[in-house]
C-alpha cells in the first residue's frame, strides 16, 4: 500500500508529458503516444466520461479536495481550448463556451477551498 502514491506520481508525471507532448509537438506525439487524428472523437468521448465519473465520485464521496482539483483541472483544459481556437481565429461561438467552464471551474475551486468545511477537512 506503501508504494500506491508513487504510482500516483508516475501516473501523473505520465500524463502530464503526455498532455505537453500533444500541445509542443502534436506530429511527434501521434506517432509515439499510440493514438490517431481518426480516433479523437471516440478518445474525447472516453476522456468526457472518465472526467464526469471521477467528478461524480468526488460528490458522492463530498470529498471537496477532489472536487476543488477536478475544477481547477476542468478549468485548465478549457482554456486550453479556448485558447487554441481563438489562436486559430474561430468564432466566440466556440470560443465563449469555453471560455465560461473556465469561469465557473475557477469559481468553484474557490468557493472549495475558500469554504470553511475544507478548511475544516484539510489536514
Aim: no cysteine; proline share 4%; aromatic share 12%.
Amino acid at each position: 500500500v506503501k508504494f500506491i502514491p508513487t504510482l500516483g506520481w508516475i501516473v501523473a508525471l505520465a500524463l502530464t508529458a503526455a498532455g505537453l507532448a500533444f500541445l509542443v509537438a502534436p506530429d511527434w506525439a501521434f506517432a509515439n503516444l499510440a493514438h490517431t487524428r481518426e480516433g479523437l472523437p471516440t478518445v474525447f468521448g472516453g476522456r468526457y466520461l472518465g472526467l464526469g465519473l471521477a467528478f461524480a465520485m468526488f460528490a458522492y464521496w463530498r470529498d471537496l479536495r477532489g472536487l476543488g482539483v477536478m475544477s481547477i483541472a476542468g478549468a485548465l483544459m478549457a482554456a486550453v481550448d479556448a485558447a487554441t481556437y481563438a489562436a486559430a481565429g474561430e468564432p466566440i461561438s466556440l470560443i465563449a463556451p469555453h471560455v465560461a467552464v473556465l469561469v465557473l471551474g475557477l469559481l468553484v475551486a474557490h468557493f472549495i477551498f475558500r469554504s470553511s468545511s475544507f478548511k475544516g477537512h484539510a489536514q
